[in-house]
């Protein structure tokens, strides 16, 4: 076997090899579906990321199909016409064409495009022209470096990071329907179970929408390069069962919890820099520069997912933002341990 027809062999092991791997998701998705905490697009979870999947999956059959028959082809040439010892190292008789076949690997190719094309255009119609029904959530995503602002508009409610959304009961269809800013630069809102990426980009107001069709917990990522941070620039999607979605809504929509056991704590968060870029409902605290903590301990993670949201990594975050995301644009406060212990109970009573 010649050296040439090894490498072509080689090669095509390694093709058939990576669509193998990169076909593997098909199959390994629980036939019930993930309960959420999940990344992959062929495990989808509503209309949206199921019609990318269908796509996908219809690409990956028809260049699969297009792969096997070129390797086959490629594969009988050079076992066929190999050079042998009888040749005697004379050249092969030398063919000049066929109409026929020229006109087969023309039109061909050109009717796969097309077809490729066309379902995929039909694809991005479906989503990008859905019109909003009237019982529609809506939401308002904004990207920050390096977090998640989430504003609900009918709700009266702003929260950063985690998003809660209801689940949508086919026979009670509730969509989310999300607009998408930005206050810095390019972001991408991407959570693969649920819908496709989108960006976010500076002074060009962007939609996107989803329907979950189970509850769970999704895990998203910016994706789009944004900054230093971009990589723990995480979310969380929260689909909620329509009755704790109403609790949710009614516990976000409270202020902030007076406790007069950690007034220290507040006192000492008011007077330092930390009310300029945070705000807290039912307090001078009204800045929009960073996540709004009025419900701080109701969210599972600090610093946009990027730590648990626990006592000692809490007070880690307030004391050295780096230590935890370097080069978050959190600064370190340098309080001393007596207020950094009494602004960490502050806020630990904000659920």
Same mark, same amino acid.
């Given at each position: 076997m010649t050296r040439r027809?090894?490498?072509? !062999?080689?090669?095509?092991?390694? %093709?058939? +090899?990576?669509? =193998?791997?990169?076909?593997?998701?098909?199959?390994?998705?629980?036939? *019930?579906?993930?309960t959420g905490q999940g990344t992959s697009i062929f495990a989808p979870a509503s209309t949206p990321a199921k019609s990318i999947a269908d796509v996908?999956?219809?690409? !990956?059959?028809?260049?699969?199909? %297009?792969? +096997?028959?070129? =390797?086959?082809?490629?594969?009988?040439?050079?076992?066929?016409?190999? *050079?042998?010892?009888?040749?005697?190292?004379?050249?092969?008789?030398?063919?000049?064409?066929?109409?026929?076949?020229?006109?087969?690997?023309?039109?061909?190719p050109i009717l796969i495009v097309v077809v490729l094309f066309l379902a995929t255009a039909r694809v991005i119609h479906a989503i990008q022209d859905a019109p909003e029904p009237a019982g529609a959530l809506d939401v308002i995503a904004i990207g920050h470096?390096?977090?998640?602002?989430?504003?609900?508009?009918?709700?009266?409610?702003?929260?950063?990071?985690?998003?809660?959304?209801?689940?949508?009961?086919?026979?009670?269809?509730?969509?989310?329907?999300?607009?998408?800013l930005s206050v810095d630069t390019d972001h991408s809102f991407w959570v693969p179970e649920l819908a496709g990426k989108t960006d976010l980009i500076p002074n060009h107001?962007?939609?996107?929408?989803?329907?979950p069709q189970r509850t769970g917990v999704f895990m998203g990522q910016c994706a789009q390069y944004c900054g230093t941070q971009h990589a723990k620039m995480l979310l969380r999607v929260s689909v909620d069962r329509a009755e704790d979605f109403g609790a949710w809504v009614h516990a976000q929509q409270k202020p902030a919890v007076e406790d007069a056991g950690v007034i220290a704590g507040r006192q000492v968060f008011e007077r330092n820099a930390c009310m300029n870029c945070h705000a807290v409902g039912g307090t001078p605290a009204d800045g929009r520069f960073g996540p709004d903590l009025t419900h701080l301990m109701s969210r599972a993670t600090i610093a946009a997912g990027a730590a648990?949201?626990?006592?000692?990594?809490?007070?880690?975050?307030?004391?050295?933002?780096s230590a935890i995301k370097p080069g978050s644009l959190m600064p370190a406060m340098k309080l001393s341990d007596a207020d950094l212990d009494a602004v960490v109970s502050y806020m630990e009573t904000l659920h």
């Open positions: 027809m090894k490498s072509s !062999l080689e090669c095509g092991w390694q %093709i058939a +090899l990576l669509l =193998f791997w990169s076909a593997g998701p098909l199959w390994a998705v629980e036939p *019930g579906g993930s996908s999956v219809f690409v !990956l059959v028809i260049t699969g199909i %297009i792969f +096997l028959v070129v =390797f086959a082809l490629l594969l009988y040439s050079v076992v066929r016409f190999r *050079g042998r010892a009888a040749d005697g190292g004379r050249e092969p008789a030398q063919v000049y064409g066929s109409m026929q076949i020229e006109l087969a690997w023309t039109i061909i470096q390096y977090w998640w602002e989430f504003r609900y508009p009918k709700l009266g409610i702003v929260t950063a990071n985690e998003l809660h959304i209801p689940v949508s009961d086919p026979d009670h269809p509730t969509p989310t329907f999300l607009q998408l107001p962007n939609r996107m929408w989803m329907d648990e949201n626990t006592h000692d990594k809490l007070r880690l975050w307030i004391q050295n933002p």
